[in-house]
């Protein structure tokens, strides 16, 4: 049963339109409409459940005679319930088998955008699924493919660059145990390029922090011999992407950001041209970086992040306490640690 307060919208907008003098169609539209504006800006995950209440409700409205209507209706219930947050795979599974039920209505009687749309869509809940280790990686990639047979890099820059930062983000998912894994880290980078190529920092500013992060990622792990020069490149993505994430606009982000630099800073020498001078300033800046981020991640709630760049600030702390040792003098120490990455 839904909580109080979402059983409260869902009672009210079915009362709404039952006192509608409507056709059935139009008594559906009304529902969809009001779950849309539920869903836009949920407070809870009472919100997306209530959403989904009254989509659930739109299709019992129509019979059968209403494919094109009930395979639309049906998409939006598919994308709320992909927003449902948690660890299990119910509701994902969920959006996963609506969007394949109503991917062929769609083709054959949609336009080419809903089924773009859809693609997209179906693509990110399989990338999750993925994670889950539910589904293949390929599968979410195929999807991304296909709905960049429509969203291409002129008429929908914003949806274009989603979907090149989603399959560079799908490539790197795939572990490196094999003779491919260098192409497919090349590939990824070759898709985030491709997205930069599509947004700018003006028009379309989400996307570009969004995509210049990603590369920096990319960029920073990449199995490379040149990995000075990958560093050095990653940490002007950074740079870029913090144009647009500060901790007062966009705080979380603005934090992950500053943490991969932190990560990048780590392994980077102070001199690129005399990597064995060591790395004493660049570690100290990555140490405040660490610092500034757990704390923005704790004041937020993200109490596992903030818990991981908080231990990595520590284990800087040591490192700079026994400066001129020569452990610690003779160059980069080698490090990894988990980057942050942005899924559109």
């Known amino acids: 049963m839904l909580p109080s307060r979402a059983r409260e ?35 809870s995950p009472d919100d997306l459940h209530a959403a989904i209440n009254l989509y659930e409700k739109a299709l019992q409205l129509l019979g059968a005679e209403f494919y094109l209507e009930r395979a639309r209706i049906s998409a939006r ?3 709320a319930c992909q927003a ?15 969007y394949l039920d109503v991917r062929k209505i769609l ?10 749309e859809l693609e997209m869509n179906l693509g990110l809940v399989l990338q999750s699924l993925a994670g889950m280790g539910k ?17 291409d890099a002129t008429t929908y820059p914003q949806e274009f660059a989603i979907l090149q930062n989603n399959l560079a ?12 894994s260098k192409m497919r880290e090349a590939l990824a980078v070759q898709c985030f390029e491709e997205g930069l190529k599509a947004v700018n ?12 992060n990603n590369l920096g990622n990319a960029l920073q792990y990449a199995s490379s011999s040149h990995a000075v020069e990958n560093n050095i490149q990653a940490l002007a993505a950074y740079e870029e992407a913090l144009k647009v994430r500060t901790r007062t606009a966009t705080p979380l982000e603005y934090a992950n950001t500053i943490a991969n630099k932190a990560n990048c800073l780590w392994n980077l020498p102070d001199d690129p041209e005399n990597p064995d001078s060591g790395n004493l300033s660049n570690l ?37 306490d026994q400066a001129g040792k020569p452990d610690v003098m003779n160059g980069a120490r080698a490090h990894s640690a988990q980057n942050v990455g942005d899924i559109g």
């Open 107 to 116: 083709s054959d009687h949609g336009d080419s955008g809903e089924i773009a």
């Open 77 to 79: 219930l598919g994308t």
């Open 169 to 180: 983000t799908a490539f790197l998912s795939i572990p490196f145990s094999d003779e491919r």
């Open 135 to 151: 589904a293949p990686i390929t599968e979410a990639i195929s999807a991304y493919q296909r709905a960049l047979r429509t969203f």
């Open 9 to 43: 919208q869902v009672e009210a907008a079915i009362r709404a339109i039952e006192s509608e003098a409507a056709t059935l169609p139009e008594k559906a539209e009304m529902l969809v409409e009001i779950g849309m504006g539920i869903q836009r800006q949920p407070k």
């Open 201 to 212: 920092l003006i028009d379309h500013p989400t996307e570009y922090a969004m995509l210049q």
């Open 284 to 320: 100290a800046k990555a140490r405040d970086y660490y610092e500034e981020a757990g704390q923005v991640f704790a004041e937020y709630g993200e109490m596992e992040r903030s818990r991981i760049v908080l231990e990595a600030m520590a284990e800087i702390s040591t490192a700079l």
């Open 84 to 98: 449902m947050p948690g660890d299990t795979d119910e509701y994902l599974i969920k959006a996963r088998d609506i």
